[in-house]
């Protein structure tokens, strides 16, 4: 019999955020995600405007079978740490680039937490919607050898089309961002 080469469809991380404004930098982690074939949901819910909605969503997530949650959100960003308080899921919080203060009130009200309640942060903006995807892949991939090979692919893809730059006066411009390309395990 052939080995079954059935990708998952449940999803197995959750990705929120404060508001429909925080999409355009969470459409990275999405695509990050999309990468490597984990399958997600998405929500838009606040700390501050639904409350409940976001105390329920939290509190039933690891029911729902999620195994990591990222968290995005701006300002006075209290959403990751909310959504820690309420799941013992692993957190991931991305701290959004806000229009006032450039995404240093996100960073501190994000990575900012009490003892007891963690909440893994990353960097402002894309990077770390980038990378906190990556981060939950790494998770993954603990139990899943897909993701690790996968994963390795990355990396390597990424160090490929640093290493072809050669004297970047000569060569095409772009960005080191191609690790994302091919990172689906046969
Ligand atoms: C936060 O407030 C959201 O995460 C967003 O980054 C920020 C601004 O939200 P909008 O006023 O654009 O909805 O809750």
Redesign the pocket.
Known sequence: MKPSTTLPTKPMVGVV??????WETMAHAAETLDAFAVPFEVRVL?A?RTPDALLEWASTAEARGLAVIIA????A?H?AGVTAAKTTLPVLGVP?E?AALKGMDSLLSTVQMPAGIPVATFAIGRAGATNAALFAVAILAGRDQRLRAALHQYRKNQSDKVLAVGDPRTSPTGSAQAGRRNSRSK
Not at 17 to 22: A, L, N
Not at 72 to 75: I, R
């Open positions: 955020m404060g508001s429909r404004s925080d606040s501050h995005a959100a701006g300002g960003a959403l959004m806000s």
